[in-house]
């Protein structure tokens, strides 16, 4: 069982970035899967969270109208497509799954991003 971030990396201010989740050895189509990202310094913040039930999707304040959080279940991956990067994403970015998105119990390796010109 296990869920691999990639996808991170150096990218300058305004550009994008497309983070995938691959799971292995359970299907998240029945999870709720979330994104989460820890900047240096700072507290892990909860940034995107796609509910089993109906794939709606909920989105900090801080990534609205940037980030898009999707599902591929015919691949078992999820993906985070962020446009208009700001320094202030700078990041490791994980992905995890649950019960429901107020209940993250598995969680993958992180991905580096990082904003910068």
């Known amino acids: 069982v296990q869920l691999q971030a990639s996808g991170g990396g150096l990218v300058q201010p305004g550009g994008s970035l497309r983070l995938s989740c691959a799971a292995s050895g359970f299907t998240l189509a029945y999870y709720a899967i979330g994104w989460f990202r820890q900047a240096p310094g700072k507290e892990r913040e909860g940034i995107s969270c796609s509910h089993s039930s109906d794939g709606s999707a909920d989105y900090a304040d801080s990534v609205k109208g940037r980030f898009t959080i999707s599902r591929d279940n015919a691949k078992n991956t999820v993906y985070l497509q962020m446009n208009s990067l700001e320094p202030e994403d700078t990041a490791v970015y994980y992905c995890?799954?649950?019960?429901?998105?107020?209940?993250?119990?598995?969680w993958g390796k992180g991905t580096q991003v990082t904003v910068s010109s």
């Open positions: 995890a799954v649950g019960e429901s998105c107020d209940g993250m119990n598995f």
